[in-house]
């Protein structure tokens, strides 16, 4: 399973996954995607600034995505995807989540409409639905901000 | 609009409070230091503290890292900002010095904090 992590983080690019869970992965690339980002080299540079030579970026939108997940699950290489949003998720995962291993709640802070499930996990009632929507087409959804603590269920966030 | 520079702290967890806050005790010199955390904030309620903590002056901002949300969210914010300069790699020494160099271009004195900070690094 060459993309071992999946994970939403709405930092995207940043300390926990890189060092944490890049270097406890061996990850050689990194998928964002991103709409947004995709479409940004500025922001493709400011996130490049984060990752190590030895970690490749891969910047695309939610169709590209879809179009390409079956090359990056060929690729030996240790992977992680990422999107910001559940919503990014859910979308890329519709009809695939057969063939991923689980979702990690990353990182997903406060906004407004949003209830703390955890200190470093804020949803919506709609993003929890869209999660458990998820989980009950074959994903399994855990919460976890680094690899060094304990994953927690989705049960337990409401 | 006032001559002094203002400078904001933008760092992960605790630390920007915790930097500022020896900068006051060392110097005595208080209010020229803003710190913002990245804590319990998605970048854009983080971008919204550091526009926020620059109130629309002259300012250097500090971030620890050379990379990462703090250094992402201040670029993403202030990159078409004029007046603005960010330095990385943040450590007391550099905040030592430009407290007490509060005045002058950000420019001049982002360079400067930047000689302070890397001065400050060495094995006695």
């Known amino acids: 399973?060459?993309?071992?992590?999946?994970?939403?983080?709405?930092?995207?690019?940043?300390?926990?996954?890189?060092?944490?869970?890049?270097?406890?992965?061996?990850a050689r690339f990194i998928v964002?995607?991103?709409?947004?980002?995709a479409v940004s080299g500025w922001e493709q540079d400011l996130y490049r600034m984060a990752l190590p030579p030895d970690i490749e970026p891969?910047?695309?939108?939610?169709?590209?995505?879809?179009?390409?997940?079956a090359d990056w699950a060929a690729d030996p290489r240790p992977g992680i995807l990422l999107t910001g949003r559940v919503e990014t998720m859910a979308a890329?995962?519709?009809?695939?989540?057969?063939?991923?291993?689980?979702?990690?709640?990353?990182?997903?802070?406060?906004?407004?409409?949003r209830i703390e499930?955890?200190?470093?996990?804020?949803?919506?009632?709609?993003e929890l639905r869209a999660l458990k929507a998820l989980r009950a087409g074959g994903v399994e959804v855990t919460a976890q901000d680094v690899p060094t603590t304990a994953p927690v269920t989705l049960d337990a966030l409401g | 609009m006032s001559d002094t520079l203002r400078g904001v702290v933008v760092c992960h967890g605790a630390l920007a409070g915790a930097l500022v806050d020896a900068v006051?005790?060392?110097?005595?010199?208080?209010?020229l230091l803003v710190p913002v955390s990245n804590a319990d904030c998605d970048r854009g309620g983080l971008e919204e503290r550091i526009s926020a903590a620059i109130g629309g002056q002259p300012a250097v901002v500090?971030?620890?890292?050379?990379?990462?949300?703090?250094?992402?969210?201040?670029?993403?914010?202030?990159?078409?900002?004029?007046?603005?300069?960010?330095?990385?790699?943040?450590?007391?020494?550099?905040?030592?010095?430009?407290?007490?160099?509060?005045?002058?271009?950000?420019?001049?004195?982002?360079?400067?904090?930047?000689?302070?900070?890397?001065?400050?690094?060495?094995i006695p």
């Open chain 1, 117 to 126: 499930r955890l200190p470093y996990v804020y949803l919506t009632d709609d």
């Open chain 1, 92 to 113: 890329l995962l519709a009809g695939n989540g057969d063939s991923i291993p689980g979702v990690n709640l990353g990182g997903i802070h406060h906004r407004p409409g």
């Open chain 1, 32 to 37: 964002l995607v991103d709409d947004d980002v």
């Open chain 1, 58 to 69: 891969y910047f695309v939108g939610v169709a590209e995505a879809r179009a390409r997940l």
């Open chain 2, 24 to 31: 006051e005790r060392i110097t005595g010199l208080r209010g």
């Open chain 1, 1 to 26: 399973m060459p993309i071992e992590l999946y994970r939403i983080d709405d930092r995207l690019i940043h300390g926990q996954v890189v060092l944490g869970w890049g270097r406890s992965l061996g």
């Open chain 2, 62 to 122: 500090f971030v620890d890292m050379p990379s990462g949300s703090c250094l992402i969210a201040a670029l993403h914010r202030l990159r078409d900002e004029h007046g603005i300069r960010i330095v990385t790699g943040v450590n007391l020494a550099m905040l030592v010095d430009f407290v007490f160099h509060p005045g002058g271009l950000p420019g001049e004195a982002a360079d400067r904090a930047v000689s302070a900070g890397e001065r400050a690094i060495r």
